[in-house]
């Protein structure tokens, strides 16, 4: 879909950058972080942030500016953006533009919408360039919800290492379309991505962000990407990274978890769960 075809030469590498295009430019409209991508040649991997709180906070003319920057919204809707037009409308009118502008509310912080409307954009792109219809994507997307620290670490070094595990790089910081790449990218300018959720250390610091380190964080996936491209297994990376220790996840096997994290979760990923499946693992 995003990658070579090896039946007629052609190559569609380039949609990889329409999915991160699109990504980037949802994550400025919704109320939902990206915490880490990789988008490959045919699926993407997504770790994201809901904030509802922030989307309750938003006015009905935020709301509307948003919804408008990706849908047309309602005649209504349309003349409340509008100054001139706005004063014209009766009380009634702004009730059912407040009701309205609630419902596009929910959607700006709703997973569901917001990959819809992101494979829908990538589905109607490629079709229109292959002059074809029909559907383009194989089913409705699997989440995974991250239940603590340790799920939220082990799932974005999972995500960021998509590319090396699949052996279309070398490095973390070669590995086009992922969030690992902007991150060292930003890091060696003194910066963050603006796209990305922060990395800002620990929460207690009131800042809001990711819970760790930016350096510990990139220290663990780049040691971590070593040992996989070493073709080794069953490191156990406690003495590298303080995320680690400060997880948990030094009590576990850290190569089953960012190497085989999807197969070994169904619904949910967290310590407590990966603890228990490892003492199963052990004893069967």
């Given at each position: 879909?995003?990658?070579?075809?090896?039946?007629?030469?052609?190559?569609?590498?380039h949609?990889?950058?329409?999915?991160?295009?699109?990504?980037?430019?949802?994550?400025?409209?919704?109320?939902?972080?990206?915490?880490?991508?990789?988008?490959m040649?045919?699926?993407?991997?997504?770790?994201?942030?809901?904030?509802?709180?922030?989307?309750?906070?938003?006015?009905?003319?935020?709301?509307?500016?948003?919804?408008?920057?990706?849908?047309?919204?309602?005649?209504?809707?349309?003349?409340?953006m509008?100054?001139?037009?706005?004063?014209?409308?009766?009380?009634?009118?702004?009730?059912t533009?407040i009701?309205?502008?609630?419902?596009y509310?929910?959607?700006?912080?709703?997973?569901s919408?917001?990959?819809?409307?992101?494979?829908?954009?990538?589905?109607?792109?490629?079709?229109?360039?292959?002059?074809?219809?029909g559907?383009?994507?194989?089913?409705?997307?699997?989440?995974?919800?991250?239940?603590?620290?340790?799920?939220?670490?082990?799932?974005?070094?999972?995500?960021?290492?998509?590319?090396?595990?699949?052996?279309i790089?070398e490095?973390?910081?070669?590995?086009e379309?992922?969030?690992?790449?902007?991150?060292?990218?930003?890091?060696?300018?003194?910066?963050?991505?603006?796209?990305?959720?922060?990395?800002?250390?620990?929460?207690?610091?009131?800042?809001?962000?990711?819970?760790f380190n930016?350096?510990?964080?990139l220290?663990?996936?780049?040691?971590?990407?070593?040992?996989?491209?070493?073709g080794?297994?069953?490191y156990?990376l406690?003495?590298?990274?303080?995320?680690?220790q400060?997880?948990?996840?030094?009590?576990?096997?850290?190569?089953s978890?960012v190497?085989?994290?999807?197969t070994?979760?169904?619904?949910?990923?967290?310590?407590?769960?990966?603890?228990?499946?490892?003492?199963?693992?052990?004893?069967?």
């Amino acid at each position: 879909m995003c990658g070579d075809d090896h039946y007629t030469g052609k190559s569609y590498e380039h949609r990889r950058q329409w999915v991160e295009d699109r990504l980037i430019a949802l994550a400025n409209v919704f109320s939902i972080d990206v915490c880490a991508y990789a988008v490959m040649s045919n699926h993407t991997h997504l770790i994201l942030h809901v904030d509802r709180n922030e989307a309750l906070s938003w006015t009905t003319e935020e709301v509307l500016r948003r919804w408008h920057s990706l849908h047309k919204g309602t005649v209504l809707t349309q003349q409340y953006m509008q100054p001139t037009q706005r004063a014209s409308l009766t009380e009634t009118q702004i009730t059912t533009i407040i009701s309205t502008a609630n419902v596009y509310r929910q959607r700006l912080y709703d997973i569901s919408w917001f990959m819809r409307l992101l494979n829908e954009f990538i589905a109607r792109e490629a079709n229109k360039e292959d002059e074809c219809t029909g559907r383009f994507w194989e089913g409705r997307f699997k989440s995974q919800a991250l239940l603590d620290e340790a799920a939220l670490a082990a799932c974005m070094a999972y995500v960021d290492l998509n590319p090396l595990r699949a052996g279309i790089s070398e490095t973390p910081e070669t590995s086009e379309f992922t969030s690992i790449k902007h991150r060292i990218e930003a890091a060696k300018l003194g910066l963050q991505p603006a796209f990305l959720k922060p990395l800002v250390g620990s929460y207690s610091h009131g800042l809001k962000g990711l819970p760790f380190n930016l350096a510990d964080y990139l220290t663990l996936v780049d040691e971590t990407a070593r040992q996989i491209s070493a073709g080794k297994s069953g490191y156990v990376l406690h003495n590298v990274s303080p995320i680690l220790q400060r997880t948990g996840l030094s009590q576990l096997n850290w190569n089953s978890m960012v190497v085989g994290i999807e197969t070994i979760f169904a619904n949910s990923i967290g310590l407590s769960i990966a603890q228990r499946k490892l003492a199963l693992s052990r004893t069967g």
